[in-house]
């Protein structure tokens, strides 16, 4: 994701996150800290026409990483696109030599539940009225100690 992805980023996520959409100063933070040796790593992914139809970004401090967002146009879900760019995330998080990998998805997207499920992450927790101001629970998830078998169930 650079600069000139913030615009078609942000209609989707206006649309996919009515209730509690970053801003696009929210993005532009982000993006400031992609550079070589920054701590963030964003994504998006296109149709052959160039048109984003889903992005995806992480936090790598250390050891820990974080899920920061994932998105998928409502019009691509279902395809696999999502895995895609879960898969980014993680083969990242484990090049930066994170050993966990965490991420809030609300308690009622049971959806993305699975699919987080499917990579090998487990609840750990929740976190009472974390997305607002709609005041909806998160449920926490971490992956641990991402390693080799891990990168080869990746690419397997």
């Not at 990242?92 to 050993?99: D, K």
């Amino acid at each position: 994701m650079r600069w000139w992805d913030i615009d078609p980023v942000m209609a989707l996520e206006l649309r996919l996150f009515p209730d509690d959409a970053w801003s696009p100063a929210m993005y532009w933070s982000e993006l400031a800290e992609t550079h070589p040796g920054g701590n963030r790593h964003f994504t998006v992914a296109t149709t052959e026409d160039g048109t984003i139809v889903g992005y995806a970004g992480l936090m790598a401090v250390g050891t820990e990483g974080d899920v920061q967002t994932i998105a998928v146009d409502e019009r691509h879900q279902g395809l696999g696109l999502g895995a895609l760019l879960l898969t980014d995330l993680v083969e990242e998080s484990v090049r930066r030599g994170c050993t966990e990998l965490l991420l809030e998805v609300r308690v009622d997207n049971l959806r993305a539940q699975r699919l987080y499920e499917r990579f090998g992450f487990v609840p750990v927790g929740i976190r009472r009225g974390y997305y607002q101001p709609i005041n909806v629970d998160a449920l926490v998830m971490r992956l641990d100690h991402p390693n080799d078998d891990l990168k080869e169930s990746l690419h397997g």
